[in-house]
């Protein structure tokens, strides 16, 4: 099992609908969370950081629970322009930043 | 702003060749890593260095060496490329080991024939 694991896509999804993506982690020794984003053939750029108390970006929500070891991350009025792998990323305690293997999304217009 | 500066972004080696993939960063971050990208296994750790002169592997080490003589370079050695070693390859910075934001270089694209 891999420490960090994503959905499995591909993702489809109608243009304006809503979308949500699940990550969870299995070392407790995890101490800070991300999302990046990576489009096709390009390296991951970070979408936003993770934290407990959840945050939000205009149409893009993420939420923590450490007690479960699990992240998600939710895309609202979803846009052409989302169409991306979205990555689940983990930086440990002793310096080692883990990523999942990426869930695909297509938004279809 | 140069940020994460990759090279070569492509290259054909033959099996047994060796070669050096360069990474530098000139945002004076301490942590530097280095990933390989393969279809349907995402990005997995080669070795990370938390500072100069300092150097750890990750989860994929074998076939591959690195050195950290300076904070701003941390390039990684083929020594003998094997087929299995073509992949997308993918060097990163941050500037604390935790929290911040992490940056990539545009990628290199390796083919062991």
């Known amino acids: 099992r891999k420490e960090v694991e994503q959905d499995p896509g591909p993702f489809n999804v109608p243009e304006g609908a809503t979308v949500a993506f699940n990550c969870t982690y299995s070392?407790?020794?995890?101490?800070?969370f991300f999302w990046y984003r990576q489009d096709c053939r390009k390296e991951p750029k970070l979408l936003m950081s993770?934290?407990?108390s959840g945050n939000e970006d205009g149409r893009f929500t993420a939420q923590l629970n450490r007690a479960s070891q699990y992240i998600s991350l939710l895309i609202r009025d979803s846009k052409l322009s989302d169409s991306a792998t979205y990555l689940c990323v983990v930086n440990r305690r002793d310096d080692k930043i883990i990523f999942g293997k990426g869930t695909r999304l297509h938004i279809l217009p | 702003n140069a940020g994460v500066t990759q090279t070569p972004k492509f290259q054909v080696l033959k099996t047994g060749q060796s070669m050096t993939l360069q990474c530098a960063q000139d945002m004076n971050h301490e942590y530097m890593s280095w990933y390989r990208q393969d279809p349907g296994m995402g990005l997995r750790l080669i070795h990370y260095?938390?500072?100069?002169?300092?150097?750890d592997q990750g989860e994929v080490p074998n076939g591959y060496n690195v050195s950290r003589s300076t904070t701003e370079d941390f390039p990684l050695r083929l020594l003998s490329a094997a087929p299995s070693q073509t992949s997308v390859y993918f060097c990163?910075?941050?500037?604390?080991?935790?929290?911040?934001?992490?940056?990539f270089g545009e990628g290199s694209w390796l083919t062991v024939v």
């Open positions: 993770v934290y407990s």
């Open positions: 070392n407790s020794a995890s101490q800070s």
């Open positions: 990163a910075s941050t500037q604390t080991r935790s929290g911040n934001t992490i940056y």
């Open positions: 260095s938390v500072g100069a002169g300092i150097t």
